[in-house]
């Protein structure tokens, strides 16, 4: 007989429910911000064909192609989780109820509550954990505000590349086919009134 135990004696099965509520979650909010940016895309791809300023345009294109590629890593990280929940539910299949039911309620908030010096102690360093953590962001803030005031903007990110230019070239071709669009509607429009009033 093996003389060690393995790492799955040990396992609760609500440890592995709480992995899998974790992960779910995870999957979830990737899939929330997937929609969200190809709603972005979509709205950003309007924007580009009606404006005027090739600036702006340009702006619109790169934030396009930003989100794009967000996309494509957020769907193969989502892929990822949903195979990951697959699999713990396996293992949550596997395991015991009986050892679920019995390592529930190990920790009772009534004796916990009932600590008052201890909660005092906890409350207090959970205090001075957020005044740390906000003066770090605002010693980080006046950090940036220094080096931003000596900052030259680079041609190679801001300037237009390559996709910006296909980007770009699509907005300025679709504007055009929209507008023979409407035009060619709107004569289609006269002659039939041409034809009724004759």
């Not at 010096?117 to 906890?122: E, N, P, S």
């Not at 071709?173 to 041409?194: F, H, I, Y």
Request: a negative charge; charged letters at 35%.
């Amino acid at each position: 007989m093996w003389p060690f135990k393995s790492r799955y004696d040990k396992l609760k099965r609500e440890e592995v429910v709480d992995a899998i509520c974790t992960l779910e979650k995870q999957e979830a909010d990737i899939e929330s911000g997937i929609v969200e940016r190809a709603k972005q895309i979509e709205t950003l791809m309007e924007k580009g064909k009606q404006e005027k300023s090739r600036e702006i345009k340009l702006f619109y294109a790169k934030k396009i192609t930003d989100l794009k590629e967000e996309n494509q890593a957020d769907v193969k990280r989502g892929m990822y989780l949903l195979y990951n929940v697959k699999l713990m539910r396996k293992l949550k299949a596997a395991i015991d109820d009986n050892t679920f039911f019995a390592n529930t309620g190990k920790v009772s908030l009534g004796n916990l509550l009932a600590d008052q010096r201890g909660l005092a102690v906890f409350l207090n360093k959970a205090l001075n954990t957020k005044v740390q953590g906000e003066n770090v962001l605002t010693a980080a803030d006046d950090t940036w505000m220094e080096v931003q005031s000596g900052y030259v903007e680079n041609e190679r990110i801001y300037g237009v590349g390559n996709h910006d230019d296909e980007l770009l070239a699509m907005f300025e071709t679709e504007k055009q086919l929209d507008d023979e669009r409407d035009m060619s509607a709107g004569g289609e429009t006269v002659a039939a009134k041409d034809t009724l009033d004759s």
